[in-house]
């Protein structure tokens, strides 16, 4: 399977299966696109009427571009058959009760009230709480006894607000460096915040004890300060954007991410990304919202190809910047063409209910921080361990082969048959498909390749 496109000048051709990206001239674009609907004859007189006039243009050319294009197939660059659908479990069977992740809730509370949060401004749809300290002691033991011969363990410190439990937060890390050498483990944390209580300490903890740190800015000041309110209606902007600096300034501008939310108020997301790149970020990421149809800020079918242009545009953007020596990176647009996730990883999916887990401030574990909440996806506690076995096993046998349609698609290697919360939220299936989302994803990968082939070309 191939997947053909014009984007940024080039004409680019993916050999979905074995990975290849190809950047072609028109002729050879036109005859690899046409390469399984013609014949050789066909497409000989079709390429010869199409460029007629053009010197460069001979049969003993496109003759020898069919050379090319047989070599490349030969060598299992181009139009190889996907032989991966065997392989698509046996990851997961050999990984089966090994959990590498946790999100640790730890506060199912926000001072925050923004509209679409999908969290419910932090409660999940339960009640308030906060995560005690012997309850994240007892989920790091967790980890430590489930991880297996891993040794690098990861955990999310999540909300809610984290930081209005950060002295938990502080005890927690503690906790886990006290025990990491004997255990033979190696905790890297991450913590998401809103920005609201950051201060001078959670700077300097930040810093030395986090490997990454999130935070929540949706761009413009009137976006932002449109769902991000707190709970008198008065918006966050002007009182994190300041703190935000700080902490980046602090980090040396590595090792964060700025992450927003775009929605149906924005979908010229572009303008949130350069308000950005003015304060000073660089290491930035743009978030489409995911809800019901019947939410204002839910993105719409008018939205979506204005989304489309904005991810191209957005491409574009980064060439110009990196060109003039002013790069930034945009999360969706990471992506290792030489290398990247091993082929398990790209079928087998994200990991969530089986490596990762999210544990709530009583210690239920659910599959990720998006299922909490959903009682039939309550996956067991830190205490007993993994008792819903059926919920775990539908997670275990979640794939790109599972849902059919992925089958003909040609980013399903690159999003391993997507989110399975999104699925579900969608369609009522971890194993369906979020059909807006796909749209985006395609786009965007279409867009993060183009991006690679232009570094290749400077």
């Not at 990491?180 to 920005?195: C, I, Q, S, V, Y």
């Not at 008065?234 to 991410?257: D, H, M, T």
């Not at 089958?407 to 009522?428: E, K, M």
């Not at 807006?436 to 867009?447: D, Q, T, V």
Request: glycine share 8%; hydrophobic share 35%; proline share 3%.
């Amino acid at each position: 399977m191939i997947h053909c496109y014009k984007l940024g000048g080039y004409n680019i051709v993916l050999d979905i299966c074995s990975g290849s990206v190809h950047v072609v001239d028109e002729v050879a674009y036109d005859i690899i696109e046409n390469y399984e609907k013609l014949s050789h004859d066909e497409i000989k007189k079709l390429i010869l009427e199409k460029y007629q006039g053009r010197p460069d243009v001979t049969e003993s050319e496109i003759e020898e571009c069919f050379s090319d294009i047989e070599e490349l197939k030969e060598m299992g660059k181009l139009f190889s058959p996907d032989t991966f659908k065997p392989l698509a479990t046996k990851f997961k069977e050999k990984s089966a009760g090994v959990v590498k992740a946790l999100c640790l809730h730890i506060a199912h509370s926000c001072n925050l009230n923004c509209a679409y949060c999908f969290a419910s401004q932090g409660k999940y749809h339960g009640e308030r709480a906060l995560m005690s300290y012997e309850v994240g002691k007892q989920a790091l033991d967790f980890l430590v006894k489930n991880s297996g011969t891993r040794r690098n363990l990861e955990v999310d410190f999540f909300g809610g607000e984290p930081l209005m439990n950060f002295d938990v937060v502080k005890k927690l890390v503690s906790y886990a460096r006290s025990i990491e050498k004997d255990a033979g483990k190696n905790f890297r944390f991450t913590l998401t915040t809103n920005g609201m209580l950051i201060d001078d300490d959670v700077i300097d903890f930040a810093n030395k004890e986090m490997s990454n740190v999130v935070l929540s800015l949706d761009g413009r000041k009137e976006i932002h300060d449109k769902y991000r309110v707190d709970y008198a209606g008065k918006g966050s902007w002007e009182r994190i954007v300041p703190k935000f600096q700080k902490l980046v300034k602090a980090r040396e501008g590595k090792n964060y991410y700025m992450r927003g939310t775009f929605t149906h108020a924005n979908p010229d997301f572009l303008k949130d990304i350069e308000t950005m790149l003015d304060l000073g970020f660089t290491e930035l990421s743009m978030e489409p919202v995911v809800g019901p149809e019947s939410d204002p800020s839910s993105l719409t079918k008018e939205d979506l190809p204005i989304v489309l242009n904005q991810y191209e545009e957005l491409a574009n953007l980064m060439i110009k910047r990196r060109r003039e020596g002013n790069p930034f990176t945009f999360y969706h647009y990471m992506i290792d063409l030489k290398g990247g996730p091993c082929i398990y990883k790209r079928i087998s999916g994200c990991g969530s209910g089986t490596e990762y887990m999210a544990v709530t401030p009583w210690g239920d574990l659910y599959p990720c921080h998006q299922f909490v909440g959903e009682e039939k996806y309550k996956l067991g506690d830190i205490y007993n361990g993994i008792t819903n076995k059926d919920a775990q096993n539908e997670f275990a046998s979640c794939n790109v082969y599972t849902r059919p349609e992925c089958n003909d698609c040609w980013a399903r290697l690159y999003c391993s048959g997507g989110c399975a919360a999104n699925a579900y939220h969608a369609t009522g299936s971890v194993k369906g498909v979020y059909e807006y989302g796909c749209e985006l994803f395609r786009k965007r990968m279409e867009c993060a390749i183009m991006v690679k082939v232009s570094e290749e070309d400077d």
